[in-house]
């Protein structure tokens, strides 16, 4: 018992002194900052009810006393959060490799519109539609990679332009009365259409009372961990990093600079494609005509940050920031508006971008502690001789 409680603790310190402790250290003091400022805002508002709406908001589902309810609303808010977890591991994968995906946003939208044509206008079965949407989005991303290796066109700039260009052709393309109720400006619901273009449930919809609940949360829980495996893992991913830290060291290296620029771009933008082909197909949401590029691929930066740049860190951070904010629509609306959940999880992403800065000041600590406790060790020693 005693060996076992030495090598628990020996991991303990190992883990203590690692970056994934960094990473959840400060991602969990950005999440109480948000939730602070938060709690404050609402005492200002209303400070008698203010407690108990702050409660409301952190137990989302657990609001409700019938256990069906609970998984009912568990379930919503694990559907809502997929796009932005692949969101977020779409912009995470981009910067592993050295590159700001700041484009997730079109290539969201354009898979939206090309997996709700194939399945609205084409009536394809739903893994078809997947694919379809996963690999125009890819190539969108991929034309950032071109711009961005043969023409050294920064890929903020690339992005932000494609960002509202997407935005326009899916606007185009959706303004048909195949897809769309013309006077609604709201595409059809893919059940009443082409119910085989329906992302499956497998009985997970019947198991947590939620028909919108399907394998969209596995699927995401997979990719996530099959980055995991190729950016630490295989040659590729070693390449990825590599080009991305310094691109002419790995061409002097023998690597494909070029290739791994376009590669990084086109694999970041099929994650978002598939967000939002797993997200639309489940028909919890249908488009409509809009004048801005979708909110989640920003909001993917802050859970990638969030989630400390690590594939699993990013489930949950995608995670929690869906469940502040479904928690907010619970909210007393004689007292408080359901959009300081919305403010909450505003404040979490802005304090995401001092997530860097956090575990920089926790590193900075630890080695002045080390050199504070090798100096006491020395003068020790020198005192004893």
């Known amino acids: 018992m005693k060996k076992f409680f030495e090598s628990l603790k020996s991991k303990w310190i190992e883990f203590y002194h690692s970056d994934s402790y960094k990473s959840i250290a400060a991602a969990v003091i950005c999440a109480v900052i948000g939730i602070l400022v938060g709690y404050i805002i609402l005492l200002f508002i209303n400070a008698e009810h203010a407690t108990k709406a702050i409660t409301t908001i952190l137990k989302n589902f ?3 006393n019938r256990p069906v309810k609970r998984l009912e609303y568990f379930a919503s808010t694990l559907v809502k959060s997929v796009p932005l977890i692949l969101c977020g591991l779409s912009v995470l994968f981009a910067y592993k490799a050295g590159l700001f995906n700041i ?3 079109g290539q969201y939208c354009i898979a939206i519109g090309i997996s709700l044509w194939c399945a609205l206008a084409w009536h394809m079965p739903w893994w078809l539609c997947v694919i379809c ?4 989005a890819a190539l969108w991303g991929a034309i950032v990679g071109i711009f961005k290796a043969f023409f050294n066109v920064n890929e903020v700039i690339a992005c ?3 960002n509202w260009i997407g935005l326009y052709f899916v606007n185009i ?8 109720n013309l006077t609604q400006s709201e595409t059809f619901k893919t059940r009443n259409i082409s119910p085989s273009s329906m992302i499956p449930t497998l009985g997970l919809d019947k198991l947590f009372h939620n028909s919108y609940m399907s394998i969209a949360i596995i699927i995401t829980i997979i990719v996530a961990i099959a980055l995991v495996i190729i950016l630490d893992k295989t040659t590729f991913g070693y390449e990825l990093k590599a080009t991305g830290l ?6 002097y290296a023998g690597m494909k600079e070029k290739l791994n620029i376009i590669l990084t ?3 970041a933008g099929a994650l978002a494609g598939l967000a939002a082909s797993l997200y639309y197909l489940t028909d919890i949401q249908q488009w409509k005509t809009a004048a801005s590029v979708p909110a989640m691929g920003f909001n993917g930066i802050a859970v990638a940050f969030l989630g400390g740049l690590n594939p699993i860190g990013v489930i949950f951070a995608g995670y929690f920031i869906q469940h502040i904010t479904l928690g907010g629509s619970l909210l007393d609306m004689r ?3 359901p959009q300081i959940a919305d403010l909450i999880s505003a404040v979490i992403i802005y304090a995401c971008a001092f997530v860097l800065f956090i575990k920089e000041i926790m590193s900075k600590r630890r080695e002045n502690k080390k050199k504070d406790k090798t100096a006491l060790e020395n003068s020790t020693k020198g005192g004893t001789k």
Request: proline share 0%.
């Open 133 to 136: 949407a996963t690999v125009v």
């Open 173 to 180: 393309l959706m303004a048909n009365e195949t897809v769309m």
């Open 62 to 64: 657990m609001f409700y």
């Open 246 to 251: 310094n691109k002419n060291a790995a061409k």
């Open 103 to 105: 484009g997730v946003g």
């Open 160 to 162: 932000i332009m494609l």
């Open 335 to 337: 007292y408080f508006n």
């Open 265 to 267: 771009m086109a694999i």
